[in-house]
């Protein structure tokens, strides 16, 4: 049994760094890309096997899902421009000529100490670890809710997600800041002639899925109080909704108008900034939440939190578009 | 297999993506680095937590890498956008390396 | 209230503030500026009178700020203080009204006179400072206000000559930060004390005392154009005239030598500079500067340029005062910062007057100006007398004073640089006074301006009519009280030596 | 009654919240941006009065978050050194932000506002922070936002700049995580005062050291990792280049100087010698960089480059000298700040007017310009350490330090640093009293912002009169006491 766990581990070890190495080098992007997907679902993997289901589940959504949909999306809109400029850019020309080599091995020479140090640094390490989850049972029943990460992330270290709520706002507002993205082809283009051909299957796909997914999500939402799960998961599942409505050409910006949309984004942390100050003035700490209410509170909190995430995460994918009326 | 050889795997990672993130021109490439060296950094974050068979995984580490995740997916958005109005500028997605003149 | 605390700040802020709202000035409001520009100066003057009369009467004026971590702003006006104060401001007035006479018309003179008056603010501050770093803080002031007056005029050439003068005082700036730091670092104070505040430091220092020392005066030798650090200061005759005046008789080139009395006396003190063996040295680097200063100013025909080199010569007799190291050579020192500063003065007037009023800026071309400008030219000649040393013009004090005081220190070599310095000097005034009163005048002058009956403007021949007769004054009236040479005397007894 | 009031209140979330409350009002109604921004930024310097009020009264500001002391909750902290950093940030911040409702139009204005009060934010809340993870999040915000501030103007070269910036940040933070975890697996604490406390000469901690450090020089730009800055903060628009260049670097100089001193400083086996020496490297390659530059803000961008050396200087110096090195530099940061972010916002105006800055045709513009002359060189004298003004004190008291430890090498490098910039600092000057004709083809700036320019360089100035006010106040809750440990 031990050996089978072992040599699960050690070619799971050896397919991610394979994975990630083959996505780092192959020549191709689109291929590059697509290991690198394959690369986070071998990650969610070993976070289920390091016991982090949570982990697991925000990589699958965000990690590999959201982040593949938004380079994906990215490389898409990079080859729509190689009809207006003149250079490859869709294409990365291998690197043949014997600079490029030199300063690949040279750099490979190079990171060899920072790669001993670093291995060495973790060796080093007593091989007990010292962490604080006996703190944090001590404290789990005050916390208004089970799951110890869930409580971490909205009760002892809440503060650490509500500017992670910002993290998220911040990125929408950049991106629009720098303008609508204007290329010969949109965002809705690109779903339609990637899968032109089954056209009528992502139809009927967006048709069951997305009702689904807004299920899952709001499971997650509601079991991550003992369970796996919580906002950023359920927010990241309804983000991937989202996405697949946009790819499929449902004119979702038409049903949220600039100033909604701009309402929805700013919801998670307009709510989190108040309860905040709200527990300044009632409790006398920053987001503390008397342990009787503190479940609901955060249930509240995390609801919303959850739609402003799936929205922003949605915007982040479809760029610059939709944030003028 | 010990949680060590996870934390070693996270450190290979990193450095692997490094690597990438200095020789690789192309911006595509250089934001895929920087994701893969993000989770080898969450990979070392989490795996240390669990020298020693603790019975009981330690959830601070899990709520960073959360966090972690998302600052990422935020980071890439963003680095994506950029990378998109350069080469729409330059028709190119590298980075010139002339300085401003 | 206590305002006697508060003098020495508003003799500072009399020439700061309206030198600050000059600047916002603007070009056409040449009333307003001339007022702002008058009363500063006549309230500096008021000021400084009433500090003399107080000082001579034994009060104290003293303001102390808070500047850095046991070190404060320190202003103080000591007899010496008092000395430079009195004639910064005096000439300030006279070349106010020069320098109103002398850009008439010309632009960006809103910009000229606010650095002007900045100028003078850093002269008194320099002239006031009680400790170090004060001295330290004003002396980088005045480079910085004099930077923008040396390049007024915008040519290339001015340009390359502000550069050459910011090179030269930064790296000496640098210096005398060094010195001044190092010094802190082994003392843990910086107050001017008479007969300096070094004797408690032990013999291990000694090295180290002797590179500080040579640290700070070349810092301040930059200024005061000690051979070799004089280079800027023949290029900087490009200047418009009252700058140069300003230049060589009060601001930059007195503050370094200024400074130098002050480190000898008031820093390490004159005995023990003695002892470290490092005032032998500097005599001789000041006489062999008077030597070569007049040297060189026989070969040039550019008449502001002699007159530069003059100066390199001129101010090296205070170094040599102070560096003999008798109690008779120091009253000889200080007591020519004085009379240098009035008859240098009055002999730039001239020189600005003459081109000016003729376009005359060879000495070339001098012949027989004497007759078409005789009020110039009696002030030019008085200053001239007094460069060379003849009684009864003030210069003669300085040297008489100088070479007893040689004799007394039993360091005769000194009357030989005088000697020799004296007849160079006749050399290169006398064939110039020659010229313009008993040569022939040419057909025409370069460059007439006509101004009616009068020889030239009232603005530009009162100021130098006034310097000369106060530097005949100072020395035909040398032996009444508050004549600078009786000055001199009270500060040696003092501030310098026990009587 | 008032008195109580300002004591007890918590002055320090103000500077949290407030911004970033400001910030979504901004997004939402962009019109109104340029007004909420304005009185946001004076209800900070307020606030920050007010902090300091409070923390010189009754002692450094505690504050356990959710009521979760740690290692379980994040803590927040003030004491003289954060006090420090947040005035800085939000006196230097208020000047730009004057500067900027006059600098944008009303369409960038609205793009402005949102990025810059969440960068605010981020800033208050990193100087904030006790907590190691929770400062790296202040981080990304903090990264996020000045890239996409820098990338405001948009064409070839913001962008390019921006990118590579971006670029720098991320791998920046990511070095830095991978310290936070390798100090918490280390000590079980990611509580800076825990960590003081449970931090051993052990390998983990230097390796956890080296992560950090090099992320953070990384983001400060310290040579040899200053090649993205220059081009960034040069191609920026003015009000943006002004705030990377003064505050921004600032906050990763701030972490590392923290976690120096409580952290690895006791146990630091050399690693100030290698700070020096990067620091001595930066003063002077960046100086020579700065006077070989013929574009205005390159020049300056580089100067920033150089000045953050000195900050480095500290360093070797703090083991014998300890508390009084480290006021020379906060001092310095201060100073530095201040004229930093006025000489950027000149060159602003005089690109503005001129629509260029090539330093060999500026005569013209500078010229025309009186009051932006005047600030950049006033600017220049405090960047230059010369007297009267804040980097003079700075740098008095770094070179007192050197001279009374005898570290002659660092003496040197003090004083050739600023001779390199009077050169490059007169270089700029110089054009202002050239025989220029007059410029044909000019827009007008207006005096606001000449003004913004001005009155930043002034306070460069003044602050050489104010070091025995502010001095004490940095000390505060011993920031820097020898012993790095705080109870």
Known sequence: MTLLAWGFDGLLLLGLLGLAWKALNSTDLFSAIALFIAFGLLMALVWVRLEAPDIALAEAAIGAGLSGALLLAALARLRGMEGNVTSNTGVEEAPNNIDARLVQWLSAILLLPVLFGLVYGVLSLPGNAVGLSAEINANLAASGVSNPVTAVLLNFRAYDTLLEVFVLLLALIAIWSMGSIQFNRSIETIGKTSLETTSSVLDTLVYLLVPVLMMVAAYLLWVGAHAPGGAFQAGSVLAAACVLLLLAGWPLHRLLTAMRLRLLAVAGPVVFVSMAAYSLIAEGALLQFPPEHAGTLILLLETVAALSIAVTLAALFSGGQGQHE | MSSFSFALAGIGLFVLGLHALIVHAHLLRKILAINIMGSGVSLVLVALARRGGDALPDAVPHAMVITGIVVAVSATALALVLMLKLAAETGSATLPDDSPE | MNWDAWIPLLVVASSLLPGLVIFTLAEERIRLRTGLNLFGALTKLALVGWMFWGVYNGHHFETRLPLLPNLELVLRAGPLALLFVSLSTVLWLVTTIYAIGYLEGSPHRSRFFGFFSLCVTATVGVALSGNMITFLIFYEFLTLATYPLLVHRGTEEARRAGHTYLVYTMIGGALLLLGTAWLYSLTGTLEFTPRGFLSGLGEEHRHALIIIFVLMIAGLGVKAALVPLHGWLPLAMVAPAPVSALLHAVAVVKAGAFGIVRVVYDVFGVDFATGLGVMEPLAWLAGFTIIYGSLRALFQDDLKRRLAFSTISQVSYIVLGVAIAGPIATIGGVVHLVHQGLMKITLFFCAGNLAETLGIHKVSEMNGVGRRMPWTMAAFTIGAFGMIGAPPVAGFISKWYLGMGALEAGQSWVLLVLAGSSLLNAAYFLPILHAAWFRKSPESWPHEHDFGRKETAWALLLPPLITAALALAAGLLATLPFSPLEWAKLISVREFYRP | ??????????????????????????????????????????????????????????????????????????????????????????????????????????????????????????????????????????????????????????????????????????????????????????FGSVDIAILATQAEPVPVLWVAFGLMGAGLALKMALVPLHFWLPATHASAAAPVSALLSALVIKGAFYILLRLWLEIFAPHSGGAETLLGLLGSAAVIWGSLQALRQTRLKLLIAYSTVAQLGYLFIAFPLSTMAGAAVWSAAGYLALSHALAKAAMFLAAGNLMRFGGHDRIADLDRVVQRLPLTAGAFALAGVSIIGLPPSGGFVGKWLLLEAALTQGRWELVVVIILGSLLAAAYVFKVLGRAFTQAPVCQKARAVPARMEWAALLLACGAILLGFLAPFILPLMDIGDPFSASGVQP
């Open chain 4, 1 to 186: 009654m008032l008195q109580a009031v300002i004591a007890d209140s918590h002055w320090a979330i103000i500077l949290i919240l407030l911004p970033l409350a400001a910030a979504v009002l901004c997004f939402l109604y962009a019109r109104a941006a340029n007004i909420i921004g304005v009185m946001t930024l004076s209800a900070l310097v307020l606030s920050v009065a007010a902090l300091g009020w409070q923390i010189r009264e009754t002692g450094v500001y505690h504050h356990a978050i959710g009521g979760w002391e740690a290692p379980l909750g994040i803590g927040l902290y003030a004491d003289g050194l954060s006090l420090l950093m947040l005035t800085i940030t939000a006196v230097a911040g208020l000047g730009i932000s004057i500067y900027a409702t006059s600098y944008f139009k009303q369409q960038d204005a609205a793009r402005f506002w949102p990025l810059w009060l969440l960068l605010l934010a981020s800033l208050n809340a990193l100087y904030l922070s006790a907590d190691i993870f929770n400062l790296y999040i202040t981080l990304e915000l903090v990264g996020l936002a000045a890239v996409a501030l820098a990338a405001l103007t948009g064409g070839r070269d913001a962008l390019a700049g921006a990118m590579r910036y971006l670029l720098a940040t991320l791998l920046g933070s990511l070095a830095y995580l991978l310290g936070v975890a390798l100090l918490y697996h280390g």
